[in-house]
Structure formats: structure tokens, C-alpha cells
């Protein structure tokens, strides 16, 4: 079983909808969790990280949930410029050592 | 303007020819990070460094090497480059502590190993 693992998608949603990302992490003791966007050949960029109690900016908000060990991604009122691929980021001990998930791809359609 | 910098970002050189990619971050950061990104396997973390003159393998280390004598800069060197080292190579740099998986990345540096 990966350490962290993500459905890669494609999600293909139309503008407006709302959609919901999954990230399940093998490691209980896994201590700080992060979601990041990347474009097409294009470095990631910190999206958002997750605390414990959620936390929301805008149209996005991230949830954890410790007892089934996953983090959660949600985008309401998708736009076209949402499309892109998402990734979590698990620190499993607030060490260096971060694991990526591979990303899940969203295209949203006019 | 905060940023990572990384140099080369296009580079095609020929098994066995040592190459560094230069990395460095004008934010004071203590973390910074190597990763590769190949289709399928996504991100894959190569070497890290909690501070000056720290440095600790990642998930795949062989082949690379690292040095932080600096904080500013991490480079990334390919002592005896192999084809299967081609890749799109990506650095980071965070605070440490808690924020240590908010990084900043690099644009990016394609290698093509032939």
C-alpha cells in the first residue's frame, strides 16, 4: 500500500459544480497535512494546509479526518481556472521527510 | 521578491558528464528540498536539509549527491549522470517545525540524459 495515495481522476466537471478530492495516508502518526496545485509543467504551489478542526479560503476547503486517515479537498463553484492537478503532502513526523501524493487531475469544462 | 531559483532549467548532457543544478532562496529558510517528478511516479523526494550543513536522504538518493554550506543554497549534483536520471527536478524551501511542508518551489529543471 503507497504511503499516500490519491484517484489520479480525470474529474471532468462544468463550471459551477461543486467537487471533493480524497487523500488517504497510511501513517497514523502522521502529524501535518498540505494540498498544492500544479499546472501543466509547472512547479506546485502551496494551495492549503490542514488542520485538524478544517479550514476554508473562498471556494475551497480542506477537511482531516485522523480516524479514517484521509484529507479531504473541496472546490464549490468550480472554475475554468481550477483545472489543474492537485496534490497532498503528508509529513508523517514533522520531519523533512514529506511524501507527495500523485496528484489528482481536474478539468473543468465551459 | 521571495523566490527559489534553480539553474539549469533545460539541460541535455551525456551518461557519465557530472552536472550540478544550482538551487537558492532569498527567504531565510532553514528546509529546502530536492524532488524529481516523473509520469506516473509523481513526486519523489532525493535529498533534504533541515539546516546548515544537514542533510538527509529522501525516498531516491541513488545517484545524487547534496550540500548546504550555506542557507541560502542546496545544490543538486549528478556526479556520473545515467539516462534513467532524465527527468523534470524540482527545488523547495520551507521554515521548519510545523510549516516545513509549506514550500516554495523552483520553476524547474528538465534534464535529459542521453
Known amino acids: 500500500r503507497k504511503e499516500v495515495e490519491q484517484d489520479p481522476g480525470p474529474f471532468n466537471v462544468p463550471e459551477g459544480a461543486t467537487v471533493a478530492f480524497n487523500c488517504t495516508y497510511s501513517?497514523?502518526?502522521?502529524?501535518?497535512f498540505f494540498w498544492y496545485r500544479q499546472d501543466c509543467r509547472k512547479e506546485p504551489k502551496l494551495l492549503m494546509s490542514v488542520y485538524s478542526s478544517g479550514n476554508e479560503d473562498g471556494r475551497f476547503t480542506a477537511q482531516l479526518n485522523r480516524a479514517s486517515q484521509y484529507i479531504s479537498l473541496l472546490i464549490r463553484d468550480s472554475k475554468l481556472s481550477d483545472s489543474a492537478t492537485y496534490l497532498c503532502v503528508v509529513n508523517p513526523s514533522n520531519t523533512g521527510k514529506l511524501i507527495f501524493g500523485q496528484g489528482t487531475t481536474l478539468q473543468v469544462k465551459p | 521578491e521571495a523566490q527559489v531559483t534553480q539553474n539549469p532549467r533545460y539541460l541535455i548532457t551525456v551518461t557519465g558528464k557530472k552536472l550540478t543544478v544550482t538551487c537558492s532562496q532569498n527567504m531565510n529558510h532553514e528546509y529546502m528540498s530536492w524532488y524529481r517528478q516523473d509520469p506516473g511516479l509523481g513526486l519523489r523526494q532525493i535529498y533534504y536539509s533541515m539546516n546548515v550543513e544537514v542533510t538527509d536522504k529522501g525516498d531516491v538518493p541513488e545517484g545524487y549527491k547534496v550540500s548546504r554550506k550555506e542557507k541560502r543554497n542546496f545544490p543538486l549534483i549528478l556526479e556520473s549522470p545515467s539516462p534513467n536520471q532524465t527527468s523534470l527536478y524540482f527545488c523547495a524551501s520551507s521554515l521548519r517545525g510545523r510549516s516545513t511542508g509549506e514550500l516554495f518551489f523552483g520553476e524547474g529543471s528538465r534534464l535529459t540524459v542521453l
Open positions: 501513517n497514523s502518526a502522521s502529524q501535518s
